[in-house]
T-cell receptor, first 114, second 114 residues
Framework: DQQVKQNSPSLSVQEGRISILNCDYT??????FLWYKKYPAEGPTFLIS?????DKNEDGRFTVFLNKSAKHLSLHIVPSQPGDSAVYFC?????????????FGTGTRLKVLA | ETGVTQTPRHLVMGMTNKKSLKCEQH?????MYWYKQSAKKPLELMFV???????ENNSVPSRFSPECPNSSHLFLHLHTLQPEDSALYLC?????????????FGSGTRLTVV
């Protein structure tokens, strides 16, 4: 049973437009939500996060929105740039049996077209 | 050198071979992790070490054997693997409670079992 789901395996967006990546979760005990970006042949790199007590966090072109009632997380990239083309993973964390665990989604491949 | 370094980057091994993956972090973190990434699947947590003590073994087959000699180094010893074990193996490190800041990942080892 997947606790964190990214239902869109891929997304194409024109340069300069908004990219919206979505993530759904099932466990209301998650307390942090994160987005990672992964280029080919590299490990995932941390992009932006949000605490469960907030509904929005912004960092430059990247904004993460959290809707706790819908158990939904989204990442907005405005404006999108060709260098943003990568696989984006959402992750949710909770302390389980004394250990902090992150549960990852399957990723969404974003392609920004020049 | 900074960050999390994994070697080798690529590894091809036969089912009867024994090999080891190495991970080194220079961030002063006290927790280290092994993750497995298979195609179209979420990142799967394999092992967690906190302060050099294994705190999590996520039902991983015994043909995978982790070792953490100190807080900067983590190994994954492999023996008698199966072709379905072919995947990207990612090492990560964090402070003990990563929470808002997540993990720092290495670039991974692409393992092919033939």
């Amino acid at each position: 049973d997947q606790q964190v789901k990214q239902n869109s395996p891929s997304l194409s967006v024109q340069e300069g437009r908004i990219s919206i990546l979505n993530c759904d979760y099932t466990n209301s005990m998650f307390d942090y939500f994160l987005w990672y970006k992964k280029y080919p042949a590299e490990g995932p790199t941390f992009l932006i996060s949000i605490s469960s007590i907030k509904d929005k966090n912004e960092d430059g072109r990247f904004t993460v929105f959290l809707n706790k009632s819908a158990k939904h997380l989204s990442l907005h990239i405005v404006p999108s740039q060709p260098g943003d083309s990568a696989v984006y993973f959402c992750a949710a964390s909770a302390q389980i049996s004394g250990t902090y665990k992150y549960i990852f989604g399957t990723g969404t491949r974003l392609k920004v077209l020049a | 050198e900074t960050g999390v370094t994994q070697t080798p980057r690529h590894l091809v091994m036969g089912m009867t071979n024994k090999k080891s993956l190495k991970c080194e972090q220079h961030l002063g973190h006290n927790a280290m992790y092994w993750y497995k990434q298979s195609a179209k699947k979420p990142l799967e947590l394999m092992f967690v070490y906190s302060l050099e003590e294994r705190v999590e073994n996520n039902s991983v087959p015994s043909r995978f054997s982790p070792e953490c000699p100190n807080s900067s180094h983590l190994f994954l010893h492999l023996h008698t693997l199966q072709p379905e074990d072919s995947a990207l193996y990612l090492c990560a490190s964090s402070q003990d409670s990563p929470g808002f800041y997540g993990y720092t990942f290495g670039s991974g080892t692409r393992l092919t079992v033939v």
